[in-house]
């Protein structure tokens, strides 16, 4: 398998006050080094940061978001891992390549999976790999990576990863696991084992687009057609694109995809109207894999098959802001339609000279001649 991108070094402790430091490992997210060092010390999670933290409820907001300078330092004098250390294992030097800054707090993040209220209906836990988990070696840990809404596969093993606990198909909550439990492979909710499934094969569709995905948001640049964009325009393109799937014509939607993506097949709607970061791991992947391959696209071609499938201003229109990669686009389509809407290549009319050119070109680029 390919090997996985790494996000941060991780760091051993220095003078720390606890009896058993706990080292943060390499790519571990902040917020499961929490629940580990708790499990490590023999308490609850929140019994750790009540004592860490009197009076303040760290478990009712998302901690890998970032947390205040006074919080982090007293952190680092208890436990030994510097600051700056957990401060790389949070979301934020993500964001800044990914949505081009860090987002406020109260906001949704892009590409960041929610965690889901207690009291609501869709909770959300963590995604993961069994597999990394089982090979953890007795100190099984929680990637950042696993926090990202493209990540719905493992690098490393090419196996898909899992949103729910196998046994219960519950959410995967480890900050409210107890003492008692012995790692954070373990289900809070049924006690099983989440280490215990063969995760299906991920195949090498959902582990392209991840890659893409990972290398825009590592380096800071992504490839847009022939060209290189900043990965923070980029990925607010492939997002667009991933809730305009949701929700566009169909018959516009199917000529636009089937020309740019003809091996696409139908791309399935998913039933529920969460936000693509909080959409189950299939429904996610199911939009985020053609939403990132047509953010891929170019100017030149994407322009050619909006017009070609009969497209307006109007339909890229949605209640979200434009992309900024998507607006030369849309300044070369007209206002409206001319003709009645046509799908490609069923109607009994002949096609336009320019047409027929344009679907030339685009198949000798296709082919590597032009
Ligand atoms: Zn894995
Ligand atoms: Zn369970």
């Known amino acids: 398998m390919g090997k996985a991108y790494s996000w941060h070094p991780g760091s051993r402790p220095l003078n720390a006050r606890w009896i058993l430091p706990v080292p ?50 007293v952190l680092e004098q208890e436990c030994g891992v510097a600051a700056e250390a957990f401060r790389a294992s949070m979301l934020p030097p993500l964001m800044v390549n990914v949505a081009g800054q860090v987002p406020e707090l109260h906001e949704p993040w892009p590409w960041v999976r929610p965690f889901g209220r207690r009291n609501r209906r869709c909770v959300q836990g963590w995604q993961y790999c069994p597999v990394c988990l089982k090979e953890d070696d007795g100190k099984p840990f929680l990637r950042l990576h696993w926090r990202l809404a493209w990540h719905v596969a493992c690098n490393k093993h090419g196996t898909v990863l899992l949103d729910r606990c ?64 900043p990965a923070h325009e980029w990925f607010d393109l492939a997002r667009f694109f991933a809730g305009w799937l949701r929700r566009c014509d169909l018959v516009v939607r199917r000529a636009f ?67 900024a990669l998507l607006e030369p686009v849309v300044a070369a389509l007209p206002e409206r339609s001319r003709t009645r809407r046509k799908r490609a290549g069923s109607g009994d009319a002949p096609r336009s000279r320019a047409a027929v050119e344009r679907m030339w070109r685009r198949l000798q680029r296709k082919a590597g001649l032009a």
């Not at 499990?39 to 998302?62: N, S, Y």
């Open 257 to 323: 995809v089937d020309s740019l993506l003809p091996d696409a097949g139908e791309i399935e709607r998913p039933v529920l109207t969460l936000s693509i970061e909080a959409l189950p791991l299939d429904d996610r992947a199911r939009l985020i894999v053609p939403a990132v391959r047509l953010a891929s696209t170019g100017f030149g071609e994407m322009t050619e098959a909006a017009l070609e499938a009969g497209m307006t201003v109007r339909s890229f229109r949605t209640r979200n802001r434009l992309p």
């Open 24 to 73: 943060l490992l390499p790519d571990e997210a902040f917020s499961g080094w929490l629940v580990r060092a708790a499990l490590a010390q023999g308490c609850d999670p929140l019994v750790l940061t009540g004592e860490l933290w009197p009076k303040w409820r760290v478990w009712t907001m998302d901690c890998d978001r970032g947390m205040p300078d006074d919080r982090l330092a």
């Open 166 to 229: 196998p046994h219960c198909g519950g959410p995967v909550l480890p900050h409210r696991l107890a003492a008692e439990d012995e790692t954070l492979a373990q289900c809070a909710l049924c006690d099983g084992d989440l280490r215990e499934t063969q995760p299906e094969d991920a195949g090498d569709e959902l582990l392209a687009m991840q890659k893409t995905c990972d290398e825009a948001a590592g380096t800071g640049m992504a490839r847009w057609g022939g060209k290189d964009v």
